[in-house]
């Protein structure tokens, strides 16, 4: 396979297709920080599947170099869950959002989840339905007004990774749509991770949801209200650097270093990699507010990876039976000649 | 043998087995058949089993019953009425009256028609055969719970005993028709090898039932068929289900290319999917979806990575897959989609067998969206319908949807080993290297309209397709109306032209006659049964039943229009009749129809085509 040796740029990943999103749109960064990802990944572009549902995020595959599906509403799980089983060798990427997989596709979200089928998940999240023009969605917070919710909404939202995590998600992250220096290398994480991986991407709809995330995300106050966590790294940030999470007791607090008492030694160390979810969970659960909100890779667990279970599991039926046509088999069974 | 022995030499004899849900009717009725094939008979069998898996012990709505046809030759139905009926209890007896021929021998197990069960059946009175003026049946009264206790006195428990009545039953059937014990042996043995004790008290109970048929001959009929050789070679018996996994897996290894199935359990197809996730070492790969929708998504993204990739399902199941077969129709990708069609509508009777998903099948989807819809005739039939399927739905990329039905899916026949030599070659369109120069993926091979195959992994022609319309030159996403007009037109000649490709229609029975009977999918047994029974009276019928609906063979139209009359006997209230009008203009077939659930019964489709063929409508 020469080409596999080929170096690739992003370019060779970009389509020709003109980009037809709003002006704007945090869709953009996605697109651009995944053709480098794919680049660093080196996979060559026809080894990829780009697979999604419907919505503005579902857009993507089309201005992807690579073989891409653009399917129906919510299924872009189930889809790429066939793509994958069928040819493991392939790479496998399902671009969706927060409607198209938390709404109509939730049940094929949980459950590709739960197999922990190796595919790597992009959900664009931006708290509301773009390409319908303007109604809340399963991630909008209560009491949004939308032009489906006039008097905002009665109802809570699903929080992505609290879904993930209760699915028994083994790898997931969080960015900023915007964040050209992080997020390559957290898809290109999630790529390489075996297993279903979910990235949430926090994401700005300049139409209909403007602004949403700026109260976490502005540049001014993103370091105080924001942690980039990594695995094995403490867990610090601040403008100065200097506030730090401790647990107390159940409870995650923050606390500033050389206050109080608290010195480094204090302040926790992220591991993504145990396999008790209850820490990733309260740590991706933190809002903004109280706690920073944490980006980065908050769990990457190794797991069983169905496609590759299913694999092993065929070839141990093969070692412990010989028949390998239909012919052979049935001739194998309660059979009688008529001479 | 003393000459009071009445032996009943027959060409054909239906027997049916009956009992409550776990009497084990459905095994030994099995088991009956297949010891049947396996001595040279013909037969057909009919599994007819309520919802419930364990509905109250010994009422009317918890009867199972399996009935078969044996015959020497000319077996197309399980039979419309019964010679042999074994009821375990009173309320088999009496689901089962109304299926019994004046003269046919009842076997009860006295030990369970005591007063309690037959009020647990609703009886009024102690005579349930007087009560259901069963007046000219021969009864076998056979304490069967009791001899049963009595032939594992000491080895076995009270209620091995009671699991064992059905064997016991098996025994005196087998005495009756004159059979030898060593097949059911041999398949007792197979099915309890790793229990010992359970196999040797079966084994003692079936030679127990065997002599007590014996010792009693001298007061019952007892029958022998003839029996002929067919065609040499190697059988097996199976059942539609089974045919249908199978007719998949050997289209998977004519074409080359590894067999994926994603289904979700629903009655009566998910044998299906069990008969292919257990060969693994064929290498099949199945999931067991999360529902019916990712049933079929998982298929189709599993058919563009380039699997033969099928989902199968029933009528429910296809109703919520609808969208996403449009989105293989827009998409132009391979797809086997079977639809075990049950009664409906909605939950509908979910053990019981109908033909009313044709129209669903043909027009469930939005927009312009046309798929090839094909059906099987009978339970061995479903192995080259599923394979017929395959290799339409490779060499057209185009969905195809397998109506087979609860009758057949459960049903089964001796079936012939086939040799897959001698079935067509299944060629898909892969694109080729010397394409690549300016390919875009909906270029087409001009004969047929079929785009070519480029599968993910092959290097040069990576590309997007998916839901939207496409521009028919460049591929992009085209919204111009002109195209879509185009495009909407280009997906129904391609679906017309496989018209070119499929085999023309038969005709059967008097090709001469005046009268045309017309049928498609499962009733070719009855109605072909039915044809005979008219032919065998000197007149003349003609028999054409369509496999292949949409598109219709090429010589469909000439032989619909050739005949004076023409009536379309289907389980539906004339979704076939309807469909063959709008497609043929001027064409009026008389009808025939009936939505019960329940199998047709020869003896009233002869009354209503012989109503035809001597002007009496």
Redesign the interface.
């Known amino acids: 396979m020469s080409s596999e040796e080929k170096k690739y740029v992003a370019k060779d990943y970009k389509s020709s297709q003109l980009v037809r999103w709003c002006p704007g749109c945090g869709d953009y960064g996605v697109l651009n920080n995944l053709h480098k990802a794919m680049s660093e990944l080196g996979v060559a572009p026809h080894n990829i599947a780009v697979i999604s549902g419907i919505g503005c995020s579902s857009r993507l595959p089309y201005y992807m170099n690579t073989y891409g599906f653009h399917t129906i509403h919510g299924r872009g799980a189930a889809i790429a869950t066939g793509v994958k089983v069928a040819n493991p060798e392939l790479s496998v990427w399902l671009s969706t959002g927060d409607g198209d997989c938390l709404a109509i596709g939730g049940n094929h979200f949980i459950h590709a989840v739960r197999r922990n089928v190796d595919i790597n998940i992009i959900l664009m999240n931006n708290k509301i339905y773009g390409l319908t023009k303007g109604q809340y969605s399963p991630t909008s917070d209560r009491g949004f007004v939308s032009k489906s919710s006039p008097f905002g909404t009665v109802e809570d939202p699903f929080r992505p990774a609290e879904l993930t995590l209760g699915a028994r998600g083994q790898f997931f992250a969080r960015i900023i749509d915007t964040d050209v220096k992080n997020s390559p290398e957290i898809m290109v994480a999630a790529a390489k991770h075996k297993g279903t991986s979910v990235i949430e991407v926090i994401l700005n709809c300049v139409i209909f949801n403007d602004g949403i995330n700026e109260k976490i995300i502005a540049r001014e106050t993103r370091s105080d209200k924001t942690i980039f966590l990594r695995h094995g790294e403490k867990m610090i940030f601040g403008k100065d650097n200097n506030k730090g999470i401790i647990l107390d007791g159940f409870e995650l607090k923050v606390v500033t270093l050389g206050e109080n008492g608290y010195t480094l030694d204090d302040v926790l160390v992220h591991d993504a990699t145990t396999s008790d979810p209850t820490l990733h969970l309260k740590l991706a659960l933190m809002d903004g507010l109280s706690l920073p909100a944490a980006l980065g890779i908050i769990r990457d667990v190794t797991a069983p990876v169905y496609d590759l279970e299913m694999e092993a599991q065929i070839e141990s039926v093969k070692k412990k039976r010989t028949e390998r046509t239909l012919k052979e088999f049935l001739m194998s069974g309660d059979v009688w000649e008529v001479k | 043998m003393t000459e009071k022995i009445k032996i009943k030499e027959l060409e054909r004899v239906v027997i049916r087995f009956s009992g409550d849900s776990g009497d084990g009717m459905q095994l030994v009725g099995t088991m009956f058949s ?1 010891l049947s ?2 001595l ?1 008979n013909e037969i057909i069998t009919f599994p007819d089993f309520p919802a419930e898996i364990r509905a109250p012990h010994g009422t009317l709505s918890g009867v199972s019953g399996f009935q078969m046809q044996v015959g020497s030759k000319n077996v197309y139905t399980p039979g419309d009425k019964a010679d042999v009926l074994v009821a375990m209890n009173p309320a088999a007896l009496k689901v089962n009256a109304q299926y019994l021929k004046p003269d046919s021998v009842v076997i009860i197990d006295t030990d369970s028609f005591q007063t309690a069960d037959l009020e647990k059946a609703l009886f009024k009175t102690d005579d349930p055969f007087k009560e259901l003026g069963l007046n000219s049946v021969q009864v076998v009264a056979a304490a069967i719970t009791q001899m049963c206790k009595d032939s594992l006195e000491g080895l076995s428990d009270n209620k091995q005993a009671l699991k064992s009545r059905n064997i016991f039953a098996l025994g005196l059937v087998c005495w009756l028709f004159n059979r030898p014990l060593y097949i059911v042996e041999k ?1 007792l043995t ?1 099915k309890f090898k790793k229990k010992a004790d359970i196999l040797q008290a079966n084994l003692l109970v079936l030679q127990a039932g065997f002599n007590y048929g014996h010792n009693i001959h001298a007061s019952i009929s007892s029958y022998r068929i003839e029996t002929i ?9 199976i059942n539609g289900n089974k045919a249908t996994a ?1 007719g998949l ?2 289209a998977s ?1 004519k074409a080359g290319l ?1 067999l ?1 199935l ?1 289904s979700y359990p629903i009655t009566p197809a998910t044998d299906i999917m069990q008969e292919l996730t257990i ?5 099949v ?1 199945v ?1 067991q ?3 019916e ?2 049933g079929i ?11 033969l ?1 099928a989902t199968s399902t029933s009528g429910p199941g296809l109703a919520l897959k609808s ?2 077969l ?2 293989a129709v827009m ?1 132009e990708i391979p797809l086997v989609v079977i639809d075990v069609q049950r009664s409906g509508p909605s939950t509908g009777l979910p053990t019981k067998s109908e033909q009313t998903d044709l129209m669903q099948a043909l027009y469930g989807r939005n927009g312009e969206s046309p798929a090839v819809v094909i059906s099987a005739i009978s339970p061995t039939d479903c192995f080259d319908a599923a394979f017929w399927a395959s290799k339409i739905a490779l060499e057209h990329l185009t969905p195809v949807i397998l109506l087979t039905d609860g009758y057949i899916a459960n049903g089964s026949s001796a079936w012939q ?1 086939p040799e ?1 030599e001698e079935y067509p070659e299944i060629k898909p369109p892969f694109v080729k290297p010397e394409q690549i120069e300016g390919w875009t993926p909906y270029q087409r091979n001009p004969e047929n309209d079929v785009r070519y195959w480029a599968i ?13 319309e496409k521009n028919s030159v460049t591929s ?2 085209s919204t111009d109306p002109d195209n879509h007009q185009e495009m909407v037109i280009l997906r129904q000649e391609k679906l017309d032209k496989i018209a070119n490709y499929i085999p023309l229609q038969e005709v059967l029975g008097d090709e001469d006659a005046d009268v045309l009977v017309v049928g498609w999918g499962g009733t070719f047994g009855h109605l072909y049964e039915a044809v005979q029974t008219i032919q065998n009276t000197g007149k003349k019928v003609a028999f054409a039943h369509f496999r292949f609906i949409s598109p219709l063979p090429k010589n469909a139209e000439e032989i619909l229009r050739k005949y004076k009359k023409v009536i379309v006997i289907e389980q539906n209230l004339g979704q076939f009749a309807g469909y063959l009008r709008a497609k043929i203009g001027g064409f009026n077939p008389y009808q025939f129809n009936r939505v019960k659930g329940q199998p047709f019964v020869v003896a009233r489709l002869v009354e209503e085509i012989s109503k035809i063929i001597n002007n009496e409508l």
């Open positions: 297949n094939a396996e040279g398949l197979a050789s067919h065609k040499k070679g190697f059988y097996t018996d199978y897996i050997a290894e590894p994926f994603s060969r693994k070492e064929l290498g790969k999931i979806a999360e529902d929708i990712a998504c998982m298929a189709i993204g599993a058919s563009f990575a380039g699997n990739a969208e996403a449009g989105l998409a080993i897959l993910p992994g092959t290097e040069g022609f990576a590309h997007r397709i998916g839901g939207l992009a996403i």
